[in-house]
């Protein structure tokens, strides 16, 4: 679906955005699939993409696009993007035309909030401010 729509779409430059964080494990995509995908896209839409961001990536995300690093051309890979937060994102292109899904909103949310507490509990932490001064 996702293919047939963008060679529809996708005349000129693109990006794909993928919103990970709220994505349980089980319903992740695997190794064969991603390759499959991969394998399916047109050269003019894989010269097109400019960027493949992936929004709150997980450390099994991560993995997996490391282990295929070597079988996925270098120019593809250079176009992989990690986002760690949703104001990142905002950073990076205009928001206006995108949809958040409100339970990726929410991780984004509780996400930031874990790591507000943990900064703060950090530099609340003698040793660690010490540590970080020196």
Same mark, same amino acid.
């Given at each position: 679906?996702?293919?047939?729509?963008l060679?529809?779409?996708? #005349?000129?430059?693109?990006?794909?955005?993928?919103?990970?964080g709220?994505?349980?494990?089980? %319903?992740? !995509?695997? $190794?064969?699939?991603?390759?499959?995908?991969?394998? *399916?896209? +047109? %050269?003019?839409?894989? &010269?097109?993409?400019?960027?493949?961001?992936?929004?709150? !990536?997980?450390?099994?995300?991560?993995?997996? $696009? #490391?282990?295929?690093?070597?079988?996925?051309?270098?120019?593809?890979?250079? &176009?992989?993007q990690?986002?760690?937060?949703? #104001?990142?994102?905002?950073?990076?292109? !205009? *928001? =206006?035309?995108?949809?958040? !899904?409100d339970?990726?909103?929410?991780? +984004? =949310?509780? &996400?930031?909030?874990? %790591?507000? *507490?943990?900064?703060?509990?950090?530099?609340?932490?003698? =040793?660690?401010?010490?540590?970080?001064?020196?």
């Open positions: 679906y996702v293919i047939s729509t060679e529809l779409m996708v #005349a000129e430059d693109y990006m794909i955005v993928y919103l990970n709220a994505t349980p494990r089980r %319903r992740m !995509p695997g $190794l064969g699939w991603m390759k499959k995908c991969y394998q *399916m896209i +047109d %050269r003019r839409l894989r &010269k097109n993409l400019k960027s493949f961001i992936i929004v709150h !990536p997980s450390w099994f995300i991560r993995t997996i $696009l #490391a282990v295929t690093r070597p079988f996925i051309s270098s120019k593809f890979s250079s &176009k992989i990690y986002v760690n937060t949703l #104001a990142e994102l905002r950073e990076m292109i !205009p *928001m =206006e035309y995108v949809h958040i !899904p339970s990726i909103v929410k991780y +984004d =949310e509780e &996400k930031c909030i874990k %790591r507000r *507490m943990r900064t703060s509990c950090l530099s609340n932490d003698p =040793e660690m401010t010490s540590v970080e001064q020196e």
